[in-house]
């Protein structure tokens, strides 16, 4: 099987827009962690599904796993909110210049913008 993987570790930060951040200040440290939990599940479930060219980053008969660590503080100035994880998922990483991903641009661009609305407006109500 050709699949566009050459089997090493990613490694990401995934960081929320300060208005999500803020919360932490608003809501309280309990509120924040639960919400980043949720967040977090669904981003790894949406992850472990995606195909490039048309075949899955997890091989067959395999699950994806990942060691993931949740910050709500910031680690240069720890008295301000900086809600973020960091993530090392072993066993898949596409071969970049190979894939071809399509419209998926397109559509992380277009959720994002629907995404930074949505959180504007419930940042807003909470105010």
């Known amino acids: 099987m050709d699949l566009p993987l050459d089997y090493t570790v990613w490694k990401l930060v ?3 827009p300060s208005v999500v951040s803020d919360l932490t200040i608003t809501k309280g440290t309990n509120f924040i962690k639960r919400e980043m939990k ?7 479930d949406s ?7 048309g075949k899955s980053i997890v091989p067959p008969d395999h699950k994806m796993g ?5 910050h ?3 680690s240069d100035n ?3 909110p900086h809600c973020h994880h960091h993530v090392s998922i072993p066993g898949a990483s ?3 210049p190979d894939a071809d991903f399509g419209q ?4 992380l661009k277009s959720n994002k913008i629907k995404c930074d609305d949505q959180l504007q407006n419930m940042y807003e109500d909470w105010r």
């Open 66 to 70: 990942c060691y993931e660590n949740s």
């Open 47 to 53: 992850l472990s599904k995606l195909k490039v060219n």
């Open 14 to 16: 995934l960081t929320y």
């Open 104 to 107: 998926l641009p397109k559509v």
């Open 72 to 74: 709500v503080w910031s």
């Open 38 to 44: 949720k967040c977090f599940k669904k981003f790894f």
């Open 94 to 96: 596409v071969k970049w």
């Open 78 to 80: 720890p008295i301000l």
